[in-house]
T-cell receptor, first 116, second 111 residues
Framework: DAGVIQSPRHEVTEMGQEVTLRCKPI?????LFWYRQTMMRGLELLIY????????DSGMPEDRFSAKMPNASFSTLKIQPSEPRDSAVYFC??????????????FGPGTRLTVL | LAKTTQPISMDSYEGQEVNITCSHN???????ITWYQQFPSQGPRFIIQ???TKVTNEVASLFIPADRKSSTLSLPRVSLSDTAVYYC????????????FGKGTKLSVKP
């Protein structure tokens, strides 16, 4: 199993540009999570999906951020327009929810975003 | 979701046993306790999970007292490669919810 796949691994862009981050969860997993990590704020949950449906997006910082999951094998996190304060490492994680009490999330390698 | 409190940092030496304690005074009946490990430039990785008493796997042990208001992650005989940030999380299992990561405990293992 290739694990959770994220692309790109690194992204450098200029303020005002649109940024799209991509994630392929582990096959068979039905929950997907987007996190953002910075030194100041730590690891923050942005949004999560169950069976491709957004369940909780209260962590999405503002309307500039949007996330979609068109099918079970693909999700995107889009920032439009991007700002320097969006610079962070963005992680995608997936898990299966079939087991009661089993919370193991599998994280991808992350996308390091730098907005100049 | 229950709030957790754990030390910001800990130092240890190779070969020692390390115990990291986490407080979660308002843990709910259906909450589980989960620990993750994160190395620099990598995503967090699941270590262990428990509900009560003691759980042990090939990596660590998790001790949970009867009142479940705290838990202790025990790493036996640490090595330099165990230097990482360790997160304690408390939350409902299955499809009922998600996990909230706090700041974690930065463990530094020295030779």
């Amino acid at each position: 199993d290739a694990g959770v796949i994220q692309s790109p691994r690194h992204e450098v862009t200029e303020m005002g540009q649109e940024v799209t981050l991509r994630c392929k969860p582990i096959s068979g997993h039905n929950s997907l999570f987007w996190y953002r990590q910075t030194m100041m704020r730590g690891l923050e949950l942005l949004i999560y999906f169950n069976n491709n449906v957004p369940i909780d997006d209260s962590g999405m910082p503002e309307d500039r951020f949007s996330a979609k999951m068109p099918n079970a094998s693909f999700s995107t996190l889009k920032i439009q327009p991007s700002e320097p304060r969006d610079s962070a490492v963005y992680f995608c994680a997936s898990r299966t929810t079939g087991l009661q009490g089993y919370n193991e999330q599998f994280f991808g390698p992350g996308t390091r975003l730098t907005v100049l | 979701l229950a709030k957790t409190t754990q030390p910001i940092s800990m130092d240890s030496y190779e070969g020692q046993e390390v115990n990291i304690t986490c407080s979660h005074n308002n843990i709910a009946t259906n909450d589980y306790i989960t620990w993750y490990q994160q190395f620099p430039s990598q995503g967090p990785r699941f270590i262990i999970q428990g509900y009560k008493t003691k759980v042990t796997n090939e990596v660590a042990s998790l001790f949970i007292p009867a009142d479940r208001k705290s838990s202790t992650l025990s790493l036996p005989r640490v090595s330099l490669s165990d230097t990482a940030v360790y997160y304690c999380l408390v939350g409902p299992g299955g499809s009922q919810g998600n996990l909230i990561f706090g700041k974690g405990t930065k463990l530094s293992v020295k030779p």
